[in-house]
């Protein structure tokens, strides 16, 4: 099959997205708890990143801002026209505080979640509810909270507001303090099934050859937002050439290497960097666990050839290969906070494998 760049689409923001796949288990915890009428006043909705759990949250909200009425097959749905809707997409729902990264004092988005950021939501929790209901909060994410803004919301979720609903969206949980996450009730949220992915990446790239689109649904792991992320950077192409260079290992052929890095440069160089560290982690990562399970030879192929190519795992000093990984996830992860020379990046990181295989 040739090469042929992944069509590009986005799904829609969460706080206008109107459809969500999945999660019947966390929203009859839910519905349930609301039913109960004693819904607790906090709940963490974590998972995999991608995967609908700001769309979730977005959900509960939308419900409890119109006083319990919902619709839909799991009646929480609520069409984009309807008021309630509207202004939440708008951003403009008095009821509604979203604790999320700010904008820094350079004009960009900054790192993490700071105080000033939870401060606003205490200002808006000091008022009495716009419409006489509930109140909403919305953190996403809660790993993103620095030590003062974390303090900051704990105080709050330790001496709640009446009727007020906290909603913390979170990818690594564990990331977060332990004293929030025992204040919240959790929601833990699974990678769609292959089924219910491959329907959405149909839906929404009807154009998308099937075996590309198998392709990129292996790549996903069941993650929407990841298929939406590999799709508009080509991930499956980069991922084709990536195999291509491993299958060069421990040689490593100089010159598609350096074509592959010469991609790198431009605006858009840390952003396809950024997605071609994903896939090397996610490929090394996946094969390691392959050979620990004696299953290298029979795992399933996201493109042709790739368990030859990566047959160099098989019976390896795996601890070997998990420091590899470990070493190039520290590396990419500076390479994105300092900055540093996408190109140079890709080629330390391959000669990483390089002297790896070679051992």
């Not at 099959?1 to 839910?30: C, K, Q, Y």
């Not at 204040?183 to 491959?198: E, G, I, K, Q, Y």
């Not at 790239?205 to 590999?230: D, K, T």
């Not at 090397?280 to 094969?287: A, D, K, M, N, T």
């Amino acid at each position: 099959m040739a090469e042929s760049a992944d069509a590009a689409f986005a799904w829609p923001a969460p706080r206008e997205n109107p459809h969500l796949v999945g999660h019947t288990g966390a929203i009859d915890t839910f519905k349930e708890a609301w039913n109960s009428g004693r819904l607790a006043h906090a709940w963490l909705i974590a998972g995999p990143r991608g995967i609908g759990k700001a769309t979730l949250a977005y959900r509960f909200a939308r419900f409890a801002l119109n006083g319990g009425q919902g619709g839909g097959e799991d009646g929480l749905g609520m069409p984009p026209d309807h008021p309630v809707f509207r202004r939440i997409a708008a951003g403009g729902h008095s009821d509604l505080a979203v604790i999320e990264r700010g904008i820094g004092e350079r004009g960009r988005l900054r790192a993490e979640i700071v105080v000033e950021d939870v401060r606003t939501a205490n200002a808006f929790l000091s008022l009495t509810a716009g419409e006489d209901g509930w109140r909403v909060v919305i953190v996403d994410a809660g790993e993103e909270m620095n030590r003062n803004a974390a303090n900051a919301l704990l105080k709050r979720l330790e001496e709640p507001p009446g009727r007020v609903l906290f909603l913390l969206v979170s990818h690594a949980p564990s990331r977060m303090p332990a004293t929030l996450r025992s204040r919240c009730r959790v929601l833990a949220l699974s990678p769609l099934s292959a089924t219910a992915l491959d329907g959405l990446l149909t839906e929404a790239m009807p154009a998308l050859p099937g075996e590309e689109r198998r392709m990129l649904g292996l790549l996903a792991e069941g993650s929407p937002g990841r298929g939406a992320a590999l799709a508009e950077q080509g991930g499956v192409v980069l991922y084709r050439r990536l195999i291509g260079l491993v299958g060069t290992l421990p040689a490593l052929e100089a010159g598609p290497l350096h074509e592959l890095a010469d991609g790198l440069s431009g605006r858009d160089g840390v952003d396809r960097l950024r997605t071609l560290s994903e896939l090397i982690l996610w490929w090394l990562g996946r094969s390691i666990r392959a050979s620990a399970r004696g299953e290298l030879q029979t795992m399933e192929e996201v493109v042709p050839g790739e368990r030859a190519c990566t047959a160099f795992l098989q019976g390896a000093a795996l601890d070997r290969w998990v420091a590899v990984w470990e070493n190039l996830g520290r590396s990419f992860a500076d390479a994105d906070g300092l900055n540093l020379d996408p190109r140079q990046v890709l080629i330390g990181a391959f000669s990483a494998l390089q002297e790896a295989a070679r051992a």
